[in-house]
């Protein structure tokens, strides 16, 4: 990973944050950080990430090094004023607060990145009023509308959810996170066809969306289409090596195939990267053509016996 241009290590940063999983977006951003240490964006992705993890001390001293050497910042202020809240400091998170209110002049964007916070904090009813007021102040705020959509679909409600997704993109047509969510909204609906063209456009704006390929496998295996299934989770797994989730649904798709040496050697490091995905192979339908394999039955067994 050392080689790779950071550029592509910042992409999969962002992508690992916007998608709740900070630890992973750490990482790729501080592979970034180690050959350019003061990239103002790789710094921002470890505060932000370091705040919705509860390394507080961490955080602070990093997202204080952003605006050291890159000067203001309305996020960073957010983020700021979010720790101290945490922290129970009310005078420096009213401070940090306002310094964010003086830099936007509307205030839209102060409201998405507290939205934002409380999203990532699970506090899905806060985020909603954050997002809504950003989009009455300014409309034309597409990020906002996909996050918006995003809590919609949290709360069951997919009409909403795919009308805010579909604001989006008549926004912004080149908005990758509102055809991915699109994707992923038509595809719980069944409508394969629709999700698979989704997918397709996500990537076509963001070739580097793992998560979009492996979910475009998803939706083409659904559709009876094994072989180019199979060539979008290599796609994402190049992208993204130890990707446990198309490890694991290439392992189903071998398995289906009835390829248990394929799907043995893929559900090994599935497992290995994600153990959580040995219990839902125990019971997944789509290894009963292999149950009765031995080199899979050893692979359950041998999990079975490092769990006891």
């Known amino acids: 990973m050392k080689n790779r241009d950071h550029t592509i290590e910042l992409e999969l940063a962002r992508l690992?944050?916007?998608?709740?999983?900070?630890?992973?977006?750490?990482?790729?951003?501080?592979?970034?950080?180690?050959?350019?240490?003061?990239?103002?964006?790789?710094?921002?992705?470890?505060?932000?990430?370091?705040?919705?993890?509860?390394?507080?001390?961490?955080?602070?001293?990093i997202l204080k090094d952003v605006i050291k050497l890159h000067g203001h910042s309305i996020k960073v202020y957010v983020y700021l004023s979010l720790i101290y809240m945490r922290l129970g400091d009310s005078i420096r998170a009213s401070s940090n607060f306002r310094l964010a209110c003086e830099l936007s002049e509307d205030m839209s964007e102060v409201w998405h990145?507290?939205?934002r916070a409380y999203?990532?904090?699970?506090?899905?009813?806060?985020?909603?009023?954050?997002?809504?007021?950003?989009?009455?102040?300014?409309?034309g705020m597409h990020r906002t509308w996909v996050s918006l959509g995003v809590v919609a679909k949290k709360s069951g409600d997919m009409d909403t959810a795919e009308k805010f997704y579909n604001k989006a993109i008549e926004i912004e047509p080149k908005s990758s996170e509102a055809f991915y969510n699109l994707g992923n909204l038509y595809n719980s609906s069944k409508k394969h066809e629709t999700a698979e063209q989704c997918f397709k456009k996500a990537l076509q704006i963001n070739p580097l969306r793992y998560d979009a390929w492996n979910n475009l496998g998803v939706v083409l295996n659904n559709l009876?289409?094994?072989?180019?299934?199979?060539?979008?989770?290599?796609?994402?797994?190049?992208?993204?090596?130890?990707?446990?989730?198309?490890?694991?649904?290439?392992?189903?798709?071998?398995?289906?195939q009835k390829n248990p040496r394929k799907a043995v050697s893929a559900l090994r490091f599935a497992i290995e990267i994600e153990p959580r995905r040995l219990s839902r192979a125990q019971n997944d339908p789509d290894f009963f053509e292999i149950l009765n394999d031995r080199v899979f039955r050893n692979v359950i067994l041998e999990r079975d016996d490092a769990s006891d």
């Open 16 to 61: 690992h944050m916007n998608k709740g999983q900070f630890t992973e977006a750490i990482d790729y951003a501080t592979t970034a950080l180690d050959s350019y240490p003061d990239n103002s964006e790789a710094l921002e992705i470890v505060g932000v990430c370091k705040t919705m993890l509860g390394d507080y001390d961490t955080a602070l001293e």
């Open 224 to 256: 009876g289409k094994p072989q180019e299934s199979k060539l979008a989770y290599v796609k994402a797994l190049k992208i993204k090596p130890r990707y446990g989730h198309a490890l694991y649904n290439l392992a189903c798709l071998w398995a289906t």
């Open 119 to 139: 999203f990532e904090d699970k506090a899905y009813d806060m985020a909603r009023d954050c997002f809504e007021n950003a989009i009455n102040i300014d409309p």
């Open 113 to 115: 990145y507290m939205g």
